[in-house]
């Protein structure tokens, strides 16, 4: 190591020791410091890791959390960053935390990395793998629209060819994908049914070679599916990894079937089974046996937002944090599996980080809440009269949406 890497790295540890003591939060400041004094401090703290790269519109923090889960399981000083500070000062953050000097054996480190940082990371860090989870619309006032992430995510990967890459097989998006890299592809392989087409504002559904609406012998949800175009010959790439069956499916837990075994998974709805088969993969690759996966794809806490239980006096409050219409929709689509009766209380507010732009909210099926039998609804946060206008055009009466106008800063 440099001396100024050195010295960088040390005064960062010491920052995030000092940080940690005075206050209980400041994830990303440590980092924002030592990189003040060395750009590529990143390059040398990182260096005796194996790194693993999770990265994606939806999905990155619960599969981050599976994948540490599974991987402790041989590995028991994994580390990862937890806190979801994402961008560049919040990975470098996550080094120093647990950077030891005198420490000469490999570790291993799963990151979850935002879409628009991966570039600055790849430039330093060079993963032994990458996990792509999907690409929806998200926050268009800082992405724009989804070629334009993929892009971001292509240029990340290609910093870094050696990386093995591990793909949702099931998003046409990522197929024909111009990287260097090797690829690996995971997907669900269900019974397939009669040909149908995505609905039309699923992201991503037309051929890229004929420019033909793709067929579909399932979908998912939006446009996630075993994907074929009837006009050439373009079609889902062949899977590695596969789920073969949802056995069971509560709003809080799934068993499932992942290459004809069996597997418990502690997190609820459809989209988090393609987050627990990542997760699969990434164990596969690495040596786990099947019983280490078992064990680690049960989750023994719950991820901060994602389906965690809150006790509030007599209320057990359910979290699920979203950002984007395919996203609102499979928490819609899991909290309709709830088997008692429940309120909501829907909460917005619209800072850079969680997206300027909160027109998206016109594309989320409300109409579907609005069939559930809901005897309270409640709206707050910064820009709680657009969701209420928004509950109401769905067909709730403005007379039964509660208000809280709270500040959620």
Request: aromatic letters at 8%.
């Given at each position: 190591m440099s001396l100024r890497s050195k010295?960088?790295?040390?005064?960062?540890?010491?920052?995030?020791?000092?940080?940690?003591?005075?206050?209980?939060?400041?994830?990303?400041?440590?980092?924002?410091?030592?990189?003040?004094?060395?750009?590529?401090?990143?390059?040398?703290?990182?260096?005796?890791?194996?790194?693993?790269?999770?990265?994606?519109?939806?999905?990155k923090t619960v599969t981050s959390a599976l994948m540490h889960n599974v991987l402790k399981q041989a590995h028991p000083d994994?580390?990862?960053?937890?806190?979801?500070?994402?961008?560049?000062?919040?990975?470098?953050?996550?080094?120093?935390?647990?950077?030891?000097?005198?420490?000469?054996?490999?570790?291993?480190?799963?990151?979850?990395?935002?879409?628009?940082?991966?570039?600055?990371?790849?430039?330093?860090?060079?993963?032994?793998a990458m996990v792509f989870t999907n690409v929806f619309r998200d926050q268009l006032d800082r992405y724009g629209e989804v070629y334009t992430t993929l892009k971001l995510m292509v240029d990340g990967a290609n910093l870094t060819p050696e990386t093995t890459l591990f793909v949702n097989g099931d998003a046409p998006i990522f197929?024909?994908?111009?990287?260097?890299?090797?690829?690996?592809?995971?997907?669900?392989?269900?019974e397939k049914g009669e040909a149908q087409e995505?609905?039309?504002?699923?992201?991503?559904?037309?051929?890229?070679?004929?420019?033909?609406?793709?067929?579909?012998?399932?979908?998912?949800?939006?446009?996630?599916?075993?994907?074929?175009?009837?006009?050439?010959?373009?079609?889902r790439p062949e899977l590695t990894y596969r789920l073969n069956e949802v056995t069971r499916l509560t709003d809080q837990e799934a068993d499932v079937q992942i290459d004809d075994e069996p597997y418990h998974l502690t997190v609820g709805g459809l989209y988090n089974s393609y987050n627990a088969l990542s997760a699969y993969a990434i164990g596969r690759e690495f040596g786990l046996t099947t019983a280490q996966i078992k064990t680690g794809l049960v989750l023994d806490q719950a991820v901060f937002g994602r389906q965690e239980a809150?006790?509030?006096?007599?209320?057990?409050?359910?979290?699920i944090l979203v950002k984007n219409p395919v996203g609102f929709n499979q928490a819609i689509e899991t909290i309709g599996l709830h088997d008692e009766a429940f309120s909501l209380f829907l909460l917005m507010n619209n800072h850079y980080a969680d997206g300027i732009d909160v027109s998206w909210i016109w594309d989320v099926n409300f109409e579907k809440l609005a069939e559930m039998p809901i005897p309270n609804y409640n709206v707050g946060g910064e820009r709680y009269y657009d969701l209420g206008v928004r509950l109401n055009v769905a067909g709730i009466p403005e007379e039964e949406i509660g208000v809280v106008q709270l500040s959620m800063a």
């Open positions: 010295m960088a790295a040390v005064v960062g540890k010491t920052v995030y020791l000092t940080v940690q003591k005075l206050t209980k939060g400041g994830s990303s400041f440590p980092g924002r410091v030592a990189l003040k004094l060395d750009p590529a401090v990143l390059q040398e703290i990182s260096r005796n890791y194996e790194v693993i790269i999770v990265t994606g519109t939806n999905g994994t580390i990862s960053n937890s806190t979801g500070a994402n961008m560049l000062q919040g990975i470098t953050s996550t080094f120093l935390k647990n950077y030891q000097p005198s420490r000469k054996e490999k570790r291993v480190a799963i990151l979850e990395v935002d879409e628009a940082s991966l570039t600055s990371i790849t430039k330093y860090v060079k993963p032994r197929h024909d994908m111009a990287v260097k890299n090797p690829v690996v592809y995971f997907g669900f392989d269900l995505a609905q039309t504002n699923a992201t991503a559904t037309l051929c890229p070679h004929c420019k033909k609406p793709l067929k579909y012998n399932f979908i998912t949800y939006n446009n996630l599916g075993d994907y074929y175009c009837a006009s050439c010959e373009y079609k809150v006790q509030v006096g007599t209320k057990r409050v359910h979290v």
